[in-house]
Structures are given as structure tokens and as C-alpha cells.
Antibody, heavy 120, light 110 residues
Framework: QVQLQESGPGLVKPSETLSLTCTVS?????????WGWIRQPPGKRLEWLGI???????SYNPSLRGRVSMSIDSSKNQFSLKLTSVTAADTAVYYC?????????????WGQGTLVTVAS | QSALTQPPSVSGSPGQSVTISCTGTSSDIGFYNRVSWYQQTPGTAPKLLIV???NRPSGVPDRFSASKSGNTASLTISGLQTEDEADYYCSSYTTSSSLVFGGGTRLTVL
């Protein structure tokens, strides 16, 4: 059973950088499938942030206007998210996720989610 | 990229069937078969119900079925059970090389 676990600060100040890491268990991160980040502001819909492949190749949501970047560390079986210049609008539960098959974009593996609050 | 359009709420009685629609455009649902459906209960991560328009992952009951016609995808839940009460989200890959979600539909089992 593949397990994902998000970790990182639960509180980030406005204009600073949000950094989260997802640790993958019971599966190698070196698969042809991509790994993704999805967030959900309180009471709102899901928003796809982007994906990263084991090669390090990434694709991001254009609406984030270059504020997002992702990386992968195969030696630790982890992948990470950075979101710069955060505002209160970035307050959300952040999920890391894994898909069912190569570029199916159906996410069957999910972390439990971590709430990140942007506030001073 | 605009969100996919879902009805805010639907309801049904135990044993009945309900269908949730998800309307997109020719740049997402109408272009790709990468449409998924998720079930989410409060305080939990979404659970994948359907992938690639019609496919159910192992363990998802066959009461859940889905289809697509043109720019609209649909999820049907038959034999409604009280445990089906949740929020349901659709998603689709887009020609902008991104994934877009619907606004979510709250299912109430009366």
C-alpha cells in the first residue's frame, strides 16, 4: 500500500516562501508515473498545482504565474513543493498525490493533507 | 483555465440513483479522456472513484459508473447508500498542459 506523507511548516508569513515535502513509502519514487501537488482552500474546490517526474521534469499550473517549483530526491524517496511570495489566498490544505498509471492524471494515492496558513 | 462546472448540490433517497454532471470545453473534457471523479468527506483526502472517463480502480463499488459525451462528463451513483453522502469532484486534463477540477457537488442522501 503506497503511502504519502506531507511535512512542513503550518504557518508562513506573507511574502515568504512556502516549502513542503512529501515522503513516499512502500513504493519507489522512481516510476514512470508522475507525482503531484494539489491544494484546497478551506471550504473551496481542489486546485492542481503541478507535477514532477522521477527525471526531475515538472509541469506547473499556469495560474500560479511562476511562483511554484517542484523537485524530487530519489535517494530519500521524497518530492517537494516551493511556492514563493505567498499571500492569504495561498492558505489551504496541501496534498501530495500519486497517479494510477502513466499520465492518467487520476490520483489514487494521497497524503493526509497539511494545512498551511499564511498570516503574520 | 476556468474550473469545470458542476451542480452545487444533488440529493436522493437510499436505493435511488443520482447523476452528477461536469461540464467543460473542447479544450479539456471534449479533447482528452483524462477525466477523473473523486469522493471527499469532511476532513479527509479525496478518494479516486473513476479514472480515464469510465475506469473504476480496484475496490470502488460498481454502483459508481461514469461516462462522457462531448464536453460533459457524468458520474452516476446507483443504489444510493447513506455512506455516499459526500462532496464529489471531477477533473480533466487540458490543452494548456494542466489539470482543472470542478467546483464540487454536495450529495445529500435523504
Amino acid at each position: 500500500q503506497v503511502q504519502l506523507q506531507e511535512s512542513g511548516p503550518g504557518l508562513v508569513k506573507p511574502s515568504e516562501t512556502l516549502s513542503l515535502t512529501c515522503t513516499v513509502s512502500a513504493s519507489s519514487i522512481n516510476t514512470p508515473y508522475h507525482w503531484g501537488w494539489i491544494r484546497q482552500p478551506p471550504g473551496k474546490r481542489l486546485e492542481w498545482l503541478g507535477i514532477i517526474y522521477h527525471s526531475g521534469s515538472a509541469s506547473y499550473n499556469p495560474s500560479l504565474r511562476g511562483r511554484v517549483s517542484m523537485s524530487i530526491d530519489s535517494s530519500k524517496n521524497q518530492f517537494s513543493l516551493k511556492l514563493t511570495s505567498v499571500t492569504a489566498a495561498d492558505t489551504a490544505v496541501y496534498y501530495c498525490a500519486g497517479e494510477t498509471d502513466y499520465d492518467s492524471f487520476g490520483y489514487i494515492h494521497w497524503g493526509q493533507g497539511t494545512l498551511v496558513t499564511v498570516a503574520s | 483555465q476556468s474550473a469545470l462546472t458542476q451542480p452545487p448540490s444533488v440529493s436522493g433517497s437510499p436505493g435511488q440513483s443520482v447523476t452528477i454532471s461536469c461540464t467543460g470545453t473542447s479544450s479539456d473534457i471534449g479533447f482528452y479522456n483524462r477525466v477523473s471523479w473523486y469522493q471527499q468527506t469532511p476532513g479527509t483526502a479525496p478518494k479516486l472513484l473513476i479514472v480515464e472517463v469510465t475506469n473504476r480502480p480496484s475496490g470502488v463499488p460498481d454502483r459508481f459508473s461514469a461516462s462522457k459525451s462531448g464536453n460533459t462528463a457524468s458520474l452516476t451513483i446507483s443504489g444510493l447508500q447513506t455512506e455516499d453522502e459526500a462532496d464529489y469532484y471531477c477533473s480533466s486534463y487540458t490543452t494548456s498542459s494542466s489539470l482543472v477540477f470542478g467546483g464540487g457537488t454536495r450529495l445529500t442522501v435523504l
